[in-house]
């Protein structure tokens, strides 16, 4: 979908599945859709949209989001993007059936951080599968119920302080948390990296390649190849 010309820049939207892409002419500075680099198109994921459009504070508030911005509430692309956003990424489904799908698929985890990893530095990190117990109970499978999370913090001595964090939120959701393994996270904010590498003494080696897919779904702005994978080192 083109738009037309905004506030000085040609704007280009394409709603995907769960995703979508945002594309734009120069001058960049004088669009309301803008980022603090020119790399694009880009895809967002709604999950990350979502949370960006949620923060209280914008998306200063949303680790990865840097200057991200969208047009105003009146622009007709802020009403593309919240009503796709709204509609959990579903670009067929109409009013009366994007109702229905979130009240058939909402469950506590959808609001539970994904992605959690410390500003800059090198830490310590674990992939962890977060579910509903309620759920996996039902008959009609509950494997649904459930999300994977990327933590790392650079205060964690050990994998487990990362996981015990993460148990102590899940509780609150009446949710619980299963380590997958683990790794290191070196994460250089400036030149826009993030290394994920080798392994957890107590959980084995996660597979970092998921791990990488979910830090760029909440880490948009980075290039892709930027998030590289190793399983070298400890």
């Excluded at 799908?101 to 500003?119: L, Y």
């Excluded at 990327?150 to 102590?168: E, L, N, P």
């Excluded at 990488?212 to 980075?222: E, I, Q, S, V």
Aim: proline share 8%; charged share 20%; net charge positive.
């Amino acid at each position: 979908m083109t738009l037309p010309r905004l506030l000085g820049c040609h704007v280009g939207i394409a709603l995907l599945p769960r995703g979508f892409y945002v594309d734009w002419l120069p001058p960049v500075h004088s669009c309301d859709v803008s980022v603090t680099h020119h790399v694009l198109p880009r895809r967002f994921h709604v999950d990350w949209l979502r949370a960006v459009l949620r923060s209280p504070v914008g998306p200063s508030g949303v680790p990865g989001a840097g200057q991200f911005n969208i047009p105003g509430p009146y622009a007709l692309a802020n009403r593309i993007i919240t009503g796709w956003a709204d509609a959990g990424g579903n670009t067929q489904a109409n009013p009366h059936q994007q109702q229905g799908q979130r009240g058939r698929h909402a469950w506590s985890g959808e609001g539970f951080p994904q992605v959690v990893i410390s500003n800059s530095g090198t830490f310590k990190y674990t992939l962890m599968r977060l579910w509903d117990p309620a759920a996996e109970s039902e008959e009609d499978g509950g494997m649904s119920k459930s999300k994977l999370l990327v933590w790392g913090d650079t205060r964690a001595s050990y994998h487990m302080d990362v996981v015990q964090k993460a148990k102590a939120l899940a509780v609150q959701y009446g949710l619980k948390v299963t380590p997958l393994g683990g790794g290191r996270i070196r994460h250089d904010p400036e030149r826009r990296t993030i290394e994920v590498y080798g392994y957890s003494a107590a959980f084995g080696p996660a597979p970092h390649e998921v791990s990488a897919a979910l830090l760029h779904r909440w880490y948009p702005l980075y290039d892709k190849e930027n998030i590289t994978v190793s399983y070298e080192g400890y």
